[in-house]
């Protein structure tokens, strides 16, 4: 559970800077590498939930 957390912050910070990147400098390449990020978030936080019940029970 602790490296599942660890992946997320990783992909959050990811995104952060990329999104930052796309939004003040216009940058193309960081919008798309923001949405990749986005997209792994989702998956990262579906495993959490999975993950968190599972704890929990």
Known sequence: M???IEKINAEI????KN???QCEKGNKTAGTRARKASL????LLKDFRKA???FSK
Do not use: R
């Open 2 to 4: 602790k490296e599942l």
């Open 40 to 43: 792994e978030l989702t998956k």
């Open 52 to 54: 968190s019940i599972e």
């Open 13 to 16: 910070e990811t995104f952060q």
């Open 19 to 21: 999104a930052e990147a």
